[in-house]
């Protein structure tokens, strides 16, 4: 018999909760586990996942972690070693420097006037003057606490505190369009011939760059298919397609609402059935793979995402005991999507939960490509080793750490030596790159802007953008720095002129290449690349903003006009038509001078979009557009 009100372990699963007809106290599934059955107090209690104390299985993982963990920590001393020996083959003949101690303080009495100059004294610092070696490393740089970022810091403070809400309105297939014409739902014949038209576009676009699943193999299993509406792995891709291709497929954003709807709501329902299912965990992974980005980032349910991918990391980590007796096929495929799901965790804790941590945790390692993959694919994966060798490093993780909360307004501190270390070590990833893949010898050259104005390969333009994102982000944040707390040390406060000249001059440098590189090669419309349109315009307006807030700063304002102009010509293909948001309408403006309001919900005025997120990303970027060009203008 079924229960009115189920217990915990079924809530917690989402299965049916059935008592036995001899024994009312426990269920069928919780007897079956062998575990307590707790029934719940109401029918509406909310169950948060949970790892079982008694789970012997998830600590093993977790001794088996904190064991690769330790000897990353090795590696790191080996490399740190390594770059040492670099640093000296380079400088075989170091500067001389005058010191003096005065009340047992060391000093420098040569002046400082470069910032080569000062990298230089911090590294020979570090080899040469132990017991001092830790000089810099413990002179801290602070950073006064400046208003929150529109661009960046603001979507995410909102999606915070609508997280832990309960939803006033549950997404269903809105009738809208632009023209104000409800949008007729398709017959289960036509959703099938709607399959076999999104999913071959899907593998030959959105699939190439991403290598989620391998093309031949999933061709086959799609063939193969009685019912494709009855198979949550193809309509997992489906609802991808529906989100990734929005230019490539020729559908209104209402009719691709409630296409997606559809998809996902049958995708969902049986993706819940698969999670018991020992058979089938590396198909539950690919397919937790392919939803998060509809369900967070479009439906803005970001809490439905985090389950998503919380359960299937749960199942990754024991797929990965029986990794040896996969096939190559399978290998392959898991290995992405892990770490895919990885990636897209990290994401999640540092924009809400300011859980900064993108070093890669088991060491470096390398995506594997296979013979029979389409040579774009191969490519990009080429390409994401590289990143990710970057992106991945400890460094950049702790600098990005520091930095973070920098976004929602709140001060911070760094040491001298993170600071320094930036360029040094962006060089040295750029030295490593194959010759093919850099677009010049020196990623920061002062002609940079003028080579991204040429129609640029994908293997040439990615990496470089990458190198001037991550640096108008940690250029722009770190504008105004104070030293803290020997204010009379001469080595620092030289070191905090130097630094204030040097961020500025390199985040109007790098905001400069992004806002030309989007103008001359990112094209919405293309599916050669991976669209970083979103991401420049987002970290190009963040870096206008804060280069603003400098009182002695004048910004060009014509880096503002060319940003502008680029988002009027792209606004119509990186958005669904119908989607900007008038400034006369907004709530941004008035939850920005009330965030801790926790009673204003924005949330509800974009569920009247067919893609919330979508309405949300259009309402930031015209604000954040008309915030900075305010600043600019009352400047001058």
Request: hydrophobic letters at 40%; glycine letters at 2%; a negative charge.
């Amino acid at each position: 018999m079924r229960r009115e009100v189920p217990c915990k372990e079924c809530r917690y699963r989402r299965k049916k909760c059935v008592r036995r007809e001899d024994n009312e106290k426990i269920c069928e599934r919780c007897l079956k586990l062998d575990i307590d059955c707790h029934p719940l107090k109401n029918k509406n209690e909310i169950i948060p996942l949970t790892i079982q104390e008694d789970d012997h299985e998830i600590r093993s993982w977790a001794t088996i972690i904190n064991q690769l963990e330790t000897e990353l920590k090795e590696l790191e001393i080996v490399k740190a070693n390594l770059e040492q020996c670099l640093i000296r083959r380079k400088h075989p003949r170091p500067n001389e420097w005058q010191l003096s101690i005065t009340n047992g303080i060391v000093k420098l009495e040569t002046p400082i006037r470069t910032m080569e100059e000062l990298v230089m004294f911090s590294q020979a610092s570090l080899r040469y003057l132990s017991p001092f070696a830790g000089m810099f490393n413990k002179q801290p740089v602070r950073f006064e606490s400046m208003p929150i970022s529109v661009p960046i810091g603001v979507s995410s403070v909102l999606q915070r505190h609508e997280m832990l809400k309960q939803r006033r309105k549950r997404f269903t297939m809105i009738e809208y369009n632009s023209s104000n014409q409800s949008t007729q739902i398709p017959s289960v014949s036509n959703y099938h011939a709607i399959m076999d038209f999104l999913i071959p576009a899907y593998l030959k676009h959105q699939n190439a760059i991403t290598g989620l699943l391998h093309e031949s193999t999933f061709r086959e299993y799609y063939r193969n298919l009685d019912d494709p509406m009855e198979d949550p792995l193809a309509l997992a891709v489906c609802v991808d397609a529906l989100v990734a291709l929005r230019n490539l497929i020729g559908y209104t954003p209402s009719e691709r609402c409630v296409l997606a709807e559809v998809f996902y709501e049958r995708c969902r329902d049986k993706l819940f059935d698969m999670y018991d299912d020992p058979n089938k965990k590396l198909q539950v992974v690919v397919i937790s793979s392919l939803l998060p980005m509809y369900v967070g980032n479009v439906l803005l349910n970001c809490l439905e995402a985090n389950r998503i991918i919380a359960i299937a990391l749960l199942i990754c980590a024991d797929l990965t005991k029986d990794f040896d007796k996969m096939t190559p096929v399978e290998a392959v495929v898991f290995q992405r999507n892990y770490f895919h799901l990885e990636t897209c965790s990290r994401m999640h804790k540092m924009l809400y939960e300011d859980k900064v941590d993108f070093a890669v945790v088991q060491g470096h390692f390398e995506l594997k490509v296979l013979d029979d993959e389409p040579e774009k694919t191969k490519m990009f994966m080429r390409l994401y080793n590289h990143i990710f060798r970057l992106v991945g490093s400890r460094y950049i993780s702790e600098i990005v750490g520091k930095f973070n909360g920098m976004f929602y307004g709140r001060s911070g501190e760094m040491p001298l030596e993170d600071i320094l270390q930036y360029e040094p070590v962006i060089k040295d990833w750029w030295d490593s790159l194959p010759s093919d893949l850099k677009l010049c010898d020196d990623p920061f050259s002062s002609d940079g802007f003028e080579l991204v104005q040429e129609r640029l390969s994908s293997d040439k333009l990615i990496p470089f953008t990458v190198v001037h994102l991550l640096t108008s982000i940690f250029m722009a944040s770190i504008l105004q720095p104070q030293a803290m707390p020997a204010s009379d040390d001469n080595v620092t406060a030289e070191a905090i002129q130097i630094i204030k000249a040097n961020s500025v001059s390199l985040a109007l440098h790098s905001c400069r290449i992004l806002v030309y590189a989007l103008e001359k090669n990112w094209d919405p419309y293309t599916s050669d690349q991976p669209n970083f349109s979103f991401a420049i315009i987002l970290y190009g307006i963040y870096a206008l903003e804060r280069l603003s807030s400098c009182d002695d700063l004048q910004v060009p304002r014509e880096l503002l006009a060319l940003l502008k102009r680029s988002l009027d010509v792209k606004f119509s293909s990186l958005l669904p038509e119908g989607h900007m948001v008038p400034s006369s309408v907004s709530p941004l403006v008035s939850y920005i001078g009330n965030a801790a309001d926790s009673t204003l919900s924005p949330y509800e005025f974009y569920e009247n979009y067919p893609f919330p997120g979508y309405a949300l990303l259009a309402d930031v970027l015209l604000t954040s557009i008309k915030h900075v060009e305010q600043k600019l203008y009352t400047a001058y």
